[in-house]
Each structure stands twice: as structure tokens, then as C-alpha cells.
């Protein structure tokens, strides 16, 4: 089967000191924002993330701008429902999905700190946050879909006669990521996501995590793909990745943000951040070469767990996440834009020429 790998994108310059665990945020700086999605394109990624947060410039409107900068690159608009309607994201998103040429997809993200939810008005606790985005969801699906006007009735949403004009590219609409790790996460998720995302856990509680998440949607008929999100971190040899990478952890905990509910000691809101702390007590090293204090420091935030080694290792490690079946890879770096032209130069192709590797095998098999 194919795989498919993304990367992020940024709207600032970032990782000057080589130790960026955030790219988003800050000032929109154009000419940065057009460079890091052509070098993106440049390494051969299928996707970059474009992300979200409270305070960070609007993901919509960044595409936009990267998309007409780009040609083959596609897009993946981190997107947190309940700040606008789904009958306007609808029509939104259909009307980037044709000026892009179908290069974009949603990535659904409910908020699993209520601190963040509130500086944009939002009250509501974590599970009926959830509840709202099964709705909207929903709704959204309906709007790409639905040959005539509709009316809907719900626990948050009400609409009379509500159309678009503009459906997506796709008959069945724009792709539908969703991250979350809660069990209110992964029902929704079961539900309607085309691809359900997880962040870098040691190889068997990823197994796990795909196993329910497969059972759960199996409930609806559905199978969606999993993507993992790692950090990798590479150099030509063994001894100068690990160098490398605790000269990271260095750097990050000197400038760590004093942020409330993130850092050491404190115990995250979000699951998701939550187990990744959880991994980081157990062990400094799982599996081959995963490894988690950079996401210990952090308290979970920022996706932080790294895979360190030679391009070599880390391409195999990748690929076990792979095997089990994760077949979209997340990868992003510590320094972005040069760790994205690093990946596209010595670590993509590795993984690419693998994969097709297997894939003839598997053809010539059957």
C-alpha cells in the first residue's frame, strides 16, 4: 500500500537555534511561508499540516497563499469545530478544494485543553466539545453531499434549508483527518474520519490504539488509515544523532515556555499529552530508537517524541510503524526547514523505495 508523508509548514521563521518544538504562531511572514512550502515540495512530501491554535494565524487563509506557491504539494487544514458554522466551512473548504485542484483535506482537531478553548469563547467541557463535533461533522458531510436543500435540527446546530452550490472535487467530499486520543475522541472519530491520527507511542500501544479504533468504526462499516507523527532526528552517523538530539533537549528545556498545564511535573488535560508523559517515565528509550524526554519536558505538548539515528535507522523504524499499519507518516524536525530539505534528501527516499519494494513483492506473491 502506498504511504503518504507529511510534514508542517509555519507562518515565521523558526528553529534558528535548531530546537523549534512549535512552528506555528507569530507574525505572517510571507516570503518565509512560501519558502518552507516549496522546500517541502522540493523533499517530495505528498502533504504539509497546517496547524492551529488560539492565537495563531488562520490555517484557511495560510493554504491559500502556500497553495498558489506550489504546485503538486497538498494540504492538511488543522480545523477546530465550533468557532464557525459547518454550513460556512462547507462552502469554505469546497471553495479551496477547487482553487487548489483537490489539494486539500481537514484535519479535525475538538481541543483537549479548555485554557485554549476559552480565548476563543468556548466553554463547553471535553465531552460535549466532542459531541459537537460528531454534529457538525455531520452536518459538514451533508453539505458536500446533499443534492438539494436540507433542514437539520440538533443539540447544537439549526439550520433551514441549508445548500452549497460548491461541493468538493471528490464525490464523497474532502478528506477528514482527526486527531484525539479520548474515548469520547475515538468514537466520534470511528464515526467520520478518513484518517485517524496518533502521535509517536511505542510501537504496541500503537498496535492497540489501531485495533480500537478499527473495531469501533467497523460499527459503521468503515476502516479509516492511521497516521503516526514522530520527530526525526538524523545524522550521518549513530553517535552524532544522539549528540545531537541532547543538545535538543538542551536547548528546549533552557527556553521552555512557562505555559500553564505544560512543562515537567504537571499533568497535561489533553490524553494524548497525557500519554506521551506517561511513556517518557517508563523509559528514556522504547523500541528501537524511540525516544521521549523531549516530550517528558514538555509535558506532552508539541508532539514530541523523536526517532534518533542515522537515516538508515530511522527510515527502518519508520517502517515498522508502517508494518502495523500506519501507512501516513507525520514527520517534522527540531529545525524545520532544513530538517524538511534533510528528510527529502537522505530519509524519504529511503522509506519510499521500501515501501515499493514491498508492494512489488507483495504483487509478485499473489
Known sequence: MPVEIIGMIGVKPEGADGAAVHVIG??????????????????????????????????????GYAAAHTERLSYLIAHRPGFVAPTLTARAAATLDHVTNGRVA????????????????????????????????????????????????????????????????RPGGIPLYFGGASGAAAGVAAKHCDVYAVWGEPLAAVKQRIADIHEQAAAF??????????????????????????????RVVETRPSVVGEGPGIRPQAVGARRLVEFSREAEVHDKRLWTPIAGAMGGAGNTTALVGTPEQVAESLLDYYDIGCTTLLIRGFDPLNDALDYGRELIPLVRAEVARRDR???VRA
Open 361 to 363: 513483492a507483495t504483487v
Open 26 to 63: 507569530g507574525a505572517v511572514d510571507t516570503e518565509w511561508l512560501r519558502a518552507f512550502a516549496q522546500a517541502h515540495e522540493k523533499a517530495d512530501f505528498d502533504r504539509v499540516l497546517v496547524g492551529y491554535t488560539s492565537t495563531s494565524a488562520e490555517g484557511f487563509a495560510v493554504t
Open 106 to 169: 481537514l484535519h479535525i482537531i475538538t481541543g483537549g485543553s479548555d485554557a485554549e478553548q476559552t480565548r476563543d469563547g468556548d466553554w463547553l467541557d471535553h465531552d460535549t466539545r466532542y459531541r459537537r463535533t460528531d454534529e457538525y461533522l455531520t452536518v459538514l458531510r451533508r453539505m458536500w453531499t446533499a443534492p438539494e436543500p436540507f433542514d437539520h435540527e440538533g443539540e447544537f446546530y439549526r439550520f433551514a434549508r441549508a445548500f452549497s452550490e460548491v461541493k468538493p472535487l
Open 221 to 250: 462499516g468503515r476502516r479509516p488509515r492511521i497516521s503516526v507523527s514522530l520527530r526525526p532526528i538524523i545524522a550521518p552517523t549513530e553517535a552524532e544523532a544522539w549528540e545531537r538530539a541532547r543538545r535538543i533537549l538542551a
